[in-house]
């Protein structure tokens, strides 16, 4: 049995896709140097429970599955161009730019995003992929906000394809919303769903589109919109608790793709939203107690530093390692109106539908929406040529600095998240048959055929049946190795629940 924990991609980068005339941006090549830095300073990255998967360019057929012949050909040409050919290129396009190793950048983001769904779908093994450029605006037809060709929406196209997964659930909490991604994958048909957490304001937030809202005639969509800014990550998992994580259990997907975008965290210049490293780990060990296969891939997240936390604590989330406790704080009341409109209008869905009934069974009224018209506020004003310079501008120093304060305090507490008390090595101890205690994080198991019977059930049989049959506890020496597990013993390894419990991390 493989002791791999976990799938990684990273992108180091060779030629960097950075915007190559002068104006300030905020999403640069130093997005990926400072997880890289920060995975390697951990220890992280060079550790054994990690497989890095290679990273492989997308076929132009692959891309083409999502995007138009015209569109490829178009991002194609600009590897050739000069810089002044590449900024009015842009102009064409939503706030992207481009330069001489796109093409090849874009490619490759794509293709190590197909590979990673791929090993996550067919291993079993959840996965993340630190890649750019992102992809989850980036339409059918056209790049946007930054994003060249949808990486998530080919990588789920191809597990289709492929026969890796039967359903696909596409969960973003990127704090933009998923239009791209909702347009690309209109078309797949019933067998992939995308859930969309984003900043909207009704509408008047980027990108200011009616479809990002509620109430839409997408059918593979759930948009969950964002009316407020400083939601915390109890707001988050409010909504994980209450609409996301019910929906993917009524779907019943095959594989879970993360739009894995750090935008909403504190300090964040695009987000405005407080969701902490903490936060971030526990909506992705949310979506792994669903016992489906993960697999992230990067989007956005500006805020360097919080960028590099947020990511090596989902990292930490997905080898099953402790995670810190996220702070208990009062749901905004914008995430209950969220969650009311949500249950009105996906009320033919099971899960809401029973909602609806158990108000009526406890004497309350059902969740009914009056106010579907007033979903949208907004106006879209921009229009091609775009601006390609003076979009963004710089926190100050000033404001920057009380953010890494904040960020190093938070980091600083999750350093002494107390290990659970559970013994974590068993021991064969040459004394009465049936002796059984802890001493020192010990098991201490006697000669007994009883006693190891016990284990045997303590460890299985309360979990699931199936496992006892396969299962055995052989200890046969006094030294730790020569004990052996049986398939079911090491099939727990594979159980969301007890992923944090170091006997079984074989």
Same mark, same amino acid.
């Given at each position: 049995?493989?002791?791999?924990?976990?799938?990684?991609?990273?992108?180091?980068? %060779?030629?960097?896709?950075?915007?190559?005339?002068?104006?300030?941006?905020? +999403?640069?090549?130093?997005?990926?140097?400072?997880?890289?830095?920060?995975?390697?300073?951990?220890?992280?990255?060079?550790?054994?429970? !990690?497989?890095?998967?290679?990273?492989?360019?997308?076929?132009?057929?692959?891309?083409?599955?999502?995007?138009? +012949?015209?569109?490829?050909?178009?991002?194609?040409?600009?590897?050739?161009?000069?810089?002044?050919?590449?900024?009015?290129?842009?102009?064409?396009?939503?706030?992207?730019?481009?330069?001489?190793?796109?093409?090849?950048?874009?490619?490759?983001?794509?293709?190590?995003?197909?590979?990673?769904?791929?090993?996550?779908?067919?291993?079993?093994?959840?996965?993340?992929?630190?890649?750019?450029?992102?992809?989850?605006?980036?339409?059918?037809?056209?790049?946007?906000?930054?994003?060249?060709?949808?990486?998530?929406?080919?990588?789920?196209? %191809?597990?289709?394809?492929?026969?890796?997964?039967?359903?696909?659930?596409?969960?973003?909490?990127?704090?933009?919303?998923?239009?791209?991604?909702?347009?690309?994958?209109?078309?797949?048909?019933?067998?992939?769903?995308?859930?969309?957490i984003h900043r909207y304001e009704n509408?008047?937030?980027?990108?200011?589109?009616?479809?990002?809202?509620?109430?839409?005639?997408?059918?593979?969509?759930?948009?969950?919109?964002?009316?407020?800014?400083?939601?915390?990550?109890?707001?988050?998992?409010?909504?994980?608790?209450?609409?996301?994580?019910?929906?993917?259990?009524?779907?019943?997907?095959?594989?879970?793709?993360?739009?894995?975008?750090?935008?909403?965290?504190?300090?964040?210049?695009?987000?405005?939203?407080?969701?902490?490293?903490?936060?971030?780990?526990?909506?992705?060990?949310?979506?792994?107690?669903?016992g489906i296969p993960v697999a992230a891939?990067?989007?956005?997240?500006?805020?360097? +530093?919080?960028?590099?936390?947020?990511?090596?604590?989902?990292?930490?989330?997905?080898?099953?390692?402790?995670?810190?406790?996220?702070?208990?704080?009062?749901?905004?009341?914008?995430?209950?109106?969220?969650?009311?409109?949500?249950?009105?209008?996906?009320?033919?869905?099971?899960?809401?539908?029973?909602?609806?009934?158990?108000?009526?069974?406890?004497?309350?009224?059902?969740?009914?929406?009056?106010?579907?018209?007033?979903?949208?506020?907004?106006?879209?004003?921009?229009?091609?040529?775009?601006?390609?310079?003076?979009?963004?501008?710089?926190?100050?120093?000033?404001?920057?600095?009380?953010?890494?304060?904040?960020?190093?305090?938070?980091?600083?507490?999750?350093?002494?998240?107390?290990?659970?008390? !559970?013994?974590?090595?068993?021991?064969?101890?040459?004394?009465?048959?049936?002796?059984?205690?802890?001493?020192?994080?010990?098991?201490? !198991?006697?000669?007994?055929?009883?006693?190891?019977?016990?284990?045997?059930?303590?460890?299985?049989?309360?979990?699931?049946?199936?496992?006892?049959?396969?299962?055995?506890?052989?200890?046969?020496?006094?030294?730790?190795?020569? !004990?052996?597990?049986?398939?079911?013993?090491?099939?727990?390894?594979?159980?969301?629940?007890?992923?944090?419990?170091?006997?079984?991390?074989?």
């Open positions: 049995m493989s002791k791999k924990k976990v799938y990684v991609i990273m992108d180091r980068q %060779e030629e960097r896709h950075d915007q190559p005339w002068s104006s300030y941006h905020i +999403e640069t090549s130093k997005r990926l140097d400072v997880i890289y830095e920060r995975l390697k300073e951990s220890g992280l990255f060079d550790d054994t429970r !990690i497989e890095h998967l290679p990273r492989r360019e997308a076929t132009e057929k692959e891309i083409q599955s999502v995007h138009t +012949e015209r569109y490829v050909e178009d991002v194609k040409s600009t590897e050739t161009m000069n810089a002044d050919q590449q900024e009015a290129f842009c102009s064409k396009y939503e706030d992207i730019f481009v330069n001489s190793a796109t093409w090849k950048r874009a490619k490759l983001a794509a293709g190590s995003a197909i590979d990673l769904v791929t090993a996550v779908a067919i291993n079993r093994i959840p996965g993340i992929a630190f890649i750019r450029p992102p992809g989850h605006h980036a339409m059918p037809d056209e790049g946007c906000g930054f994003c060249i060709f949808n990486n998530v929406a080919i990588a789920a196209k %191809e597990a289709l394809r492929c026969g890796f997964a039967k359903k696909v659930m596409i969960v973003d909490y990127d704090v933009h919303a998923a239009n791209g991604t909702q347009e690309c994958i209109e078309s797949m048909g019933d067998n992939v769903r995308l859930i969309s509408g008047t937030f980027w990108p200011n589109m009616p479809q990002t809202g509620i109430y839409h005639n997408y059918n593979n969509t759930m948009n969950l919109p964002l009316n407020t800014t400083g939601l915390t990550d109890s707001d988050y998992c409010a909504l994980f608790s209450h609409v996301i994580i019910p929906s993917i259990q009524s779907f019943k997907p095959d594989l879970i793709i993360v739009s894995s975008g750090f935008d909403a965290s504190l300090g964040d210049p695009e987000g405005y939203m407080n969701v902490t490293p903490a936060g971030f780990a526990t909506m992705i060990r949310m979506m792994m107690n669903t891939v990067l989007e956005g997240g500006y805020f360097l +530093e919080a960028l590099a936390a947020d990511s090596e604590w989902v990292l930490k989330a997905l080898l099953g390692e402790q995670i810190p406790q996220i702070n208990p704080e009062p749901i905004n009341p914008a995430i209950a109106d969220t969650i009311s409109r949500v249950l009105s209008k996906y009320e033919e869905t099971s899960f809401f539908r029973k909602v609806q009934e158990l108000r009526k069974l406890i004497g309350q009224s059902p969740i009914e929406d009056d106010v579907k018209q007033t979903d949208y506020k907004g106006e879209r004003t921009v229009h091609a040529p775009y601006d390609t310079r003076g979009i963004y501008t710089p926190f100050a120093d000033e404001k920057v600095n009380k953010f890494k304060d904040l960020l190093r305090s938070l980091l600083q507490s999750y350093e002494t998240i107390e290990k659970p008390d !559970i013994p974590c090595v068993f021991k064969y101890v040459n004394t009465d048959e049936n002796f059984l205690d802890v001493q020192d994080g010990q098991l201490l !198991i006697g000669s007994g055929k009883a006693v190891k019977l016990f284990v045997e059930l303590l460890f299985i049989s309360a979990l699931d049946p199936q496992f006892v049959s396969d299962s055995f506890l052989d200890v046969k020496d006094t030294d730790f190795d020569s !004990i052996r597990f049986g398939d079911g013993l090491q099939s727990l390894g594979s159980i969301p629940t007890f992923k944090n419990f170091p006997l079984l991390q074989l």
